[in-house]
């Protein structure tokens, strides 16, 4: 369409300012112009006053942050298919591990300083290893099976119309000025869930915002941003509090066997980071970047995408037995995994029991108890239950054919995401054999050691090393046992605690996932995108959420250092000093 002048303005049908060919003009609309008009000192009215500053053509102006993130968009649309892009990833670990085959370096350890060396994955032992692990490289790339499971129950629930019917109920008492936190806070908590947020929270946040008549992505970026780049504020404990808390041990006993970690010894910061994430969240999705997407138009299959009709009598009882039935099936659940001998929890006693911290041994949050590991089948089933009940109860199912089609309908929107999961668990694996990211830690932690930086000034050096080794290493759990036994140690020795740390790593480890196509999430999140934009690429996704990321890891790096500075501890145990 070619451009207009902002001083003339046209409608295609009959509305308030509409007027036919010959018509007469609204005298009430001749006022109000000519109050306007005369309202202004200079005598200009504001159609003309506009035209005067924008002249009929002119492009938009746009602010530098604007201009920034188009061009972020832009370059990062020119890089190649994530597919491809780990690909190339993948050559270039190859050539690297060639290059340096045999360098050698010290890695602390519990045990000592091990001894490592880069290994070439080009040598023959290594092309034959690489091959034959293919198919089992694959098939056991951990987020493959999250979402594959979790989305087959997700798919019948969404078939069913039971997800329709939830999100009519949801909107129907939800202020749409509280829309964008309560998805944040709901991605923030689904952390509890492992990584229940990013199979279900994100497209479903999609789904909300484009049923309230918002943007699609920008609920897309803020669930992301919440389950992603809010990776570390939970009000609510989850397993990977303990699961850092026994790494972080391991560093400290490199240097003092006696100094305890409490698994809760950051409780008190991710809980209040909690408001700090929702409040930052809620302002760059409000302000920034949902006034940006509306450039970007909605192309999505008409077919695909969702309508919230107003609720008929069918899917009210729909709704209302497939509530009956989840309620029922949570019921059975909590009744399973109360009792204390019960197969749900952590072990309490035996060998395996000595590897648990004593607080959580037979408890239901360690990450070794049953009830966290069966987190996605879990979701799976208490979406199947209710879909399939709504399905039947409200006519849209007839018989188990149709349970079975939507299930089918739901894996075939999965291709595009399985090739990429491919290459990006062969990346992974050559990145892991070769040492190349053990070589990194160690290296930067070098350099930051030798700099003699100021305590406050290390600890934003470590979180900013943390960060920068995200781009490259997605798995909070493994990337701090790689970097615990150096980082741990080496500030007890400055004078800081393993607790404070510990919560630089969380916030470093959080702030820098949603930019990295490396990240394992990183291409699924664009092939949700890609519903509702089909052209939604690398650059689209990550230019979205560059505004999240840079003030995520300047304020919550803020936050840090002030709770360190009021004294406010970290959590149970969480001081800031050693000894």
């Known amino acids: 369409s070619s451009a207009t002048s902002p001083t003339c303005s046209t409608s295609a049908g009959p509305g308030p300012g509409a007027r036919g060919a010959g018509s007469r003009p609204d005298p009430r609309l001749a006022r109000r112009a000519r109050r306007r008009d005369t309202a202004r000192p200079d005598g200009l009215g504001s159609r003309e006053m506009d035209s005067k500053k924008q002249p009929a053509g002119a492009p938009e102006k746009r602010s530098l942050g604007a201009r920034a993130l188009d061009l972020v968009e832009r370059v990062g649309n020119k890089l190649p298919d994530p597919a491809v892009l780990f690909v190339l990833a993948l050559l270039l670990v190859w050539?690297?591990?060639?290059?340096?085959?045999?360098?050698?370096?010290?890695?602390?350890?519990?045990?000592?300083?091990?001894?490592?060396?880069?290994?070439?994955?080009?040598?023959?032992?290594?092309?034959?290893?690489?091959?034959s692990d293919m198919v089992t490289t694959f098939t056991s790339f951990h987020p493959l099976g999250v979402v594959l499971v979790a989305l087959l129950g997700v798919g019948v629930a969404e078939g069913s119309g039971f997800i329709n019917a939830c999100l009519k109920g949801l909107l129907s008492f939800t202020p749409k000025l509280l829309l964008t936190p309560m998805v944040i806070l709901v991605a923030i908590i689904s952390h509890t869930a492992a990584d229940a947020g990013y199979v279900l929270v994100i497209p479903l946040a999609g789904v909300i915002f484009y049923a309230a008549g918002r943007h699609p992505l920008a609920g897309i970026a803020a669930a992301f941003a919440g389950v992603s780049g809010g990776f570390s504020a939970n009000p609510i404990p989850s397993s990977l509090d303990p699961l850092l808390a026994g790494i972080t041990k391991v560093g400290a006993d490199i240097l003092d066997p006696s100094h305890d970690v409490n698994p809760l010894c950051n409780w008190f910061f991710t809980a209040a980071s909690t408001g700090l994430i929702i409040g930052v969240g809620w302002f760059i999705t409000d302000r920034i970047i949902e006034p940006r997407l509306k450039r970007i138009q909605v192309d999505g299959d008409p077919a695909d995408m969702p309508t919230l009709t107003p609720m008929?009598?069918?899917?009210?009882?729909?709704?209302?037995?497939?509530g009956v039935a989840m309620l029922v099936g949570i019921g059975l659940l909590v009744l399973w995994s109360l009792p204390e001998g019960s197969a749900m929890r952590a072990p309490s006693t035996g060998d395996a029991a000595k590897a648990i911290p004593e607080d959580f041994r037979g408890t239901l949050i360690h990450s070794t108890a049953p009830l966290m590991k069966s987190i996605v089948p879990l979701i799976f089933l208490l979406f199947l239950l209710p879909g399939v009940v709504h399905g039947y109860v409200s006519g849209t199912f007839k018989d188990h054919r149709d349970v079975v089609k939507a299930m089918s309908k739901t894996m075939s929107t999965m291709g595009y995401y399985l090739v990429m999961a491919f290459f990006a668990?062969?990346?992974?694996?050559s990145f892991n054999k070769s040492n190349l990211g053990a070589l990194l830690a160690v290296e930067g932690a070098t350099a930051l050691k030798s700099a003699q930086l100021p305590a406050a000034v290390t600890i934003v050096g470590i979180i900013l090393l943390t960060g920068t080794v995200n781009l490259l290493i997605g798995s909070a759990s493994a990337k701090w046992a790689l970097l615990a036994p150096i980082f741990v140690p080496m500030l007890m020795q400055l004078g800081i605690s393993p607790e404070l740390t510990q919560g630089a790593y969380r916030v470093g480890d959080s702030t820098t996932n949603i930019i990295t196509p490396l990240m394992p999430?990183?291409?699924l999140v664009v092939a949700f995108s890609q519903k509702y934009v089909k052209k939604t690429g690398i650059g689209t996704l990550a230019a979205t959420m560059l505004p999240y990321s840079l003030a995520f890891l300047v304020l919550w790096t803020l936050f840090l250092l002030g709770f360190w500075a009021i004294g406010i501890p970290l959590g149970i145990g969480g001081g800031y000093t050693y000894p």
């Open 425 to 429: 668990s062969l990346f992974i694996y």
């Open 95 to 131: 050539v690297v591990s060639l290059l340096l085959d045999g360098h050698a370096f010290e890695l602390p350890s519990k045990d000592g300083v091990v001894e490592r060396k880069v290994q070439s994955q080009l040598s023959g032992s290594a092309v034959a290893q690489f091959l």
């Open 521 to 523: 999430y990183f291409p």
């Open 312 to 322: 008929t009598a069918e899917e009210r009882k729909g709704l209302v037995a497939a």
